[in-house]
C-alpha cells in the first residue's frame, strides 16, 4: 500500500498527458475555491455596507418623524389650551439640541442642509414666544388660553412649513 501510494504522488507510472490533466485539475480547482472565497467574501462586505446604509438612513427617517410628532403634539396642546406657557420655552431649547443633532448627523452623512428646519427652530419659537399674549401669560400657572388670531397664525405657519418634514425624509432616503 505504502508503495501504491508512493507512485501515485510521484507520477512514475502516469504518462505525461496524465500528469499535465492532473496539474491543470488541480489548477482549476484551486483557482475555483479561491475565486469563490474571493466572490463570498465581497457580496457579504457590500451587502453589510448596505445594510448599514440603510439602518442609518432609516434610524435618521424615524427621529426626523418623531420630531414632526413632538411639534404636532406641541402645536395641538398649544391651539387646545393644554399646556402651561412655562413650558414652552424649555421645550423649544430641548428640541433644537436633538434637531442640531440629527440634521449634523444628516449633513455629514448625506450632505443634507442643517437649516432645513430653521422655520421650526426659530420662527415657530417666535412666532409663539413674542406674541403679546403669550408674553402676558408667561407666568401663569394655568395653561394657555389663545385668541382665534392667534390659533389661525399658527395653522397657517403649520400649513406653510409642515411639507419641511417629508421632504427632509426624502432627501436623506434619496441620498
Known sequence: MGNALYYC????NW???DIINFWYTLITGLGILINS???LY???NIQKNQVNKRLI????ISEIKDIRNDYKDLLSNLTNGVILPSSILPW???MNIKI???MSLAKKKYNVETDYLKPYTDDLRDLITENKEFEAIFNSTTSVSLSNGFRMNIIAFQQKHNHLFNELVIDVNDA
Open 9 to 12: 504522488i510521484t507520477f512514475s
Open 15 to 17: 504518462s505525461r498527458s
Open 37 to 39: 472565497g474571493i466572490a
Open 42 to 44: 465581497i457580496v457579504s
Open 57 to 60: 438612513k432609516d434610524h435618521l
Open 92 to 94: 423649544f431649547k430641548l
Open 100 to 102: 442640531n443633532d440629527i
